[in-house]
């Protein structure tokens, strides 16, 4: 049973920030990973990829102020979000490209 499990989700006023984590019970060396989210009423979209070489990917409303980044000995891939604003508020899910995603993690941006 493959489980991805993100963490570090929560409340933020707008411009903190927040560092999301998701640990996968399975090898990711091999596989890109990517996060996605989702804000009520709104379709799931993609944040930001990274490849299995470390090339990084950003959706447009993001660029500058998200870092994704993977730690394959941990089987880990993190988001750093910066200057965090209501907008982004969603369920962020973290992707496995071998075919699993997580559960999700709330992330509320509001003063």
């Known amino acids: 049973h493959v489980q991805l499990v993100e963490s570090g989700g929560g409340l933020v006023q707008p411009g903190g920030s927040l560092r999301l984590s998701c640990v996968a019970s399975v090898s990711i060396f091999r596989y890109a990973m990517r996060w996605y989210r989702q804000a009520p009423g709104k379709e799931r979209e993609l944040v930001a990829r990274i490849s299995s070489g470390g090339t990084t990917n950003y959706a447009d409303s993001v660029k500058g102020r998200f870092t994704i980044s993977r730690d394959n000995a941990k089987n880990t891939v993190y988001l750093q979000m910066n200057s965090l604003q209501p907008e982004d508020t969603a369920v962020y899910y973290c992707?496995?490209?071998?075919?699993?995603w997580g559960q999700g993690t709330q992330v509320t941006v509001s003063s």
């Open positions: 992707m496995h490209t071998g075919g699993y």
